[in-house]
C-alpha cells in the first residue's frame, strides 16, 4: 500500500460485501487503492457507497475527497509525481467500470457538451458529470480537455445541442472559458452554458465569462441542467 494511513480493505468474499458499511469507505482507503493502481478494488468502494447514496453526492464526496489527499500527499512529498498520475490514471479506468447502464433510451435524450477549455489539461471532473448528466436522462458528448474554442463551436453548430458545460481548474482560463462561451452562442444562439471546476472560486466567475450558471459540485451541475432541460 502506498501510504501508512490504517484501513481496512473490502472483503474479498462478494457475501459479506453486504455487510460492510458505506460510511466506513474512507477518502484515505480510496486513494491508497488509486495510487496502488487497483481500479477494481477502487470500482467496488464507489459502487458500495452508491448503494447508500447517489452517484453525484459519493463523487462530489468520496471521490473528491480522495483526489484532495492524493493532491496533498504529491504536494508535502510524501507521494512522489508517479503515484499522483497513476491515481489519476486509475481513476479514470475506475470509472469506466461504473458507467451507469442505461439501455437504448439513453441515446434520445436532449443533448449535452461537455469539454475542457483551450488548455485546460484536466478530464476527471467532466468524465464524473458525463455519467452524471447520463444517470439524469441526458445524451452526453464528451469531448474531452483542451479543447479550442473553434472546434467546440463547429461541434455544437453541427448538432441539435441544448447544453454545454465548461471545465477549467487554473483561474487563468478565464480568458479560455470566456471565448469558448462566446463561440457556442454564435454558433447555436440560445444554448445554455454552464462553468465548473476548480476555477469557480473566481469571484463574479459567471458573469465574467457570460455563463448562465456556475456549479460548484456535481450535485449543483445537475440541478442547473434540470432547470434548462426542454420540458
Known amino acids: 500500500m502506498s501510504d501508512d494511513v490504517p484501513f481496512h480493505l ?20 480510496l486513494a491508497g487503492l488509486l495510487a496502488d ?10 459502487r458500495h457507497a452508491m448503494d447508500e447514496s447517489s ?19 504529491w504536494e508535502s512529498g510524501r507521494w512522489t509525481i508517479a ?20 439501455g437504448p433510451e439513453g441515446r ?18 467532466i468524465a464524473c458529470l458525463e455519467q452524471v448528466l447520463a444517470e439524469d436522462g441526458w445524451s452526453v458528448a464528451n469531448l474531452g480537455a483542451d ?8 461541434f455544437v453548430a453541427r448538432n ?9 481548474i487554473d483561474g487563468e482560463r478565464v480568458g479560455a472559458l470566456a471565448d469558448a462561451a462566446v463561440a457556442v452562442r454564435e454558433a447555436r444562439p440560445g444554448v445554455t452554458v454552464l462553468v465548473g471546476g476548480g476555477i469557480t472560486s473566481v469571484p463574479g466567475l459567471g458573469t465574467t465569462v457570460g455563463a448562465d450558471g456556475v456549479a460548484h459540485s456535481l450535485t449543483e451541475a445537475v440541478t442547473l441542467a434540470r432547470g434548462h432541460r426542454p420540458a
Open 10 to 29: 473490502p472483503p474479498v468474499d462478494p457475501a459479506a460485501a453486504a455487510d460492510v458499511p458505506a460510511a466506513s469507505l474512507s477518502p484515505e482507503l
Open 37 to 46: 493502481g487497483d481500479d477494481e478494488l477502487a470500482a467496488w468502494t464507489l
Open 55 to 73: 452517484r453525484a453526492e459519493v463523487y462530489d464526496t468520496l471521490l473528491r475527497d480522495a483526489m484532495t489527499l492524493v493532491g496533498e500527499r
Open 83 to 102: 503515484e499522483e498520475h497513476l491515481a489519476s490514471r486509475t481513476l479514470l479506468r475506475t470509472l469506466e467500470r461504473l458507467r451507469p447502464q442505461l
Open 108 to 125: 434520445i435524450g436532449p443533448v449535452a457538451v461537455l469539454a475542457g477549455v483551450e488548455g485546460e489539461q484536466h478530464m476527471i471532473g
Open 147 to 154: 479543447l479550442p474554442a473553434a472546434d467546440l463551436a463547429a
Open 160 to 168: 441539435e445541442v441544448i447544453l454545454v458545460c465548461l471545465s477549467a
